[in-house]
């Protein structure tokens, strides 16, 4: 019977009947590996959001470098007039300048005759590790159904 009252105090974590005014702890070669897994859970929860972090910048630095192509490829072609021969620069000074406010740099700017620009941007993040980002983009006038995009 005393085996019964000793089972039924250690299941409901009562003090060891056996040892007056100590509670049962249990586990004895197993103390402390509840630490240890909860620091290697946690030390694998760190890693992989450094790593989902570090992909998300990433992945907004190349977003941010495509709005600035597209945007500066925009108004490039915006500025010219079809049919006429551009001026030197025309189109890319006014890219330049839009892609300065969206803190970006253009690598290469081109402009065609029939009002087609070209323009290769660069983003760099600040922080700890200098990353860059470049994007391309084309804008030229619109097409009428039936008219084809002119290689370039």
């Known amino acids: 019977m005393a085996d019964v009252t000793q089972r039924r105090a250690r299941k409901r974590g009562c003090r060891d009947p056996d040892r007056p005014?100590?509670?049962?702890?249990?586990?004895?070669?197993?103390?402390?590996?509840?630490?240890?897994?909860?620091?290697?859970?946690?030390?694998?929860?760190?890693?992989l959001a450094t790593g989902v972090l570090t992909f998300a910048r990433a992945v907004a630095l190349a977003h941010r470098a495509q709005a600035a192509a597209d945007l500066a490829a925009l108004s490039a072609a915006s500025s010219?007039?079809?049919?006429l021969t551009p001026s030197p620069g025309s189109g890319c000074?006014?890219?330049?300048d839009i892609a300065?406010?969206?803190?970006?740099?253009?690598?290469?700017?081109?402009?065609?005759?029939?009002?087609?620009a070209v323009v290769r941007a660069r983003v760099s993040?600040?922080?700890?590790?200098?990353?860059?980002?470049?994007?391309?983009?084309?804008?030229?006038?619109?097409?009428?159904?039936?008219?084809?995009?002119?290689?370039?």
């Open 21 to 47: 005014g100590r509670v049962s702890r249990g586990g004895g070669a197993e103390r402390g590996s509840a630490t240890v897994v909860a620091i290697g859970v946690i030390a694998v929860m760190v890693v």
């Open 125 to 152: 993040d600040p922080g700890p590790w200098q990353w860059t980002s470049e994007a391309s983009a084309r804008a030229g006038p619109s097409l009428t159904p039936g008219q084809r995009v002119p290689d370039g």
């Open 100 to 116: 300065q406010a969206n803190d970006a740099t253009i690598v290469v700017c081109s402009v065609t005759a029939d009002g087609y």
């Open 80 to 83: 010219l007039t079809p049919g």
């Open 93 to 96: 000074d006014r890219a330049r």
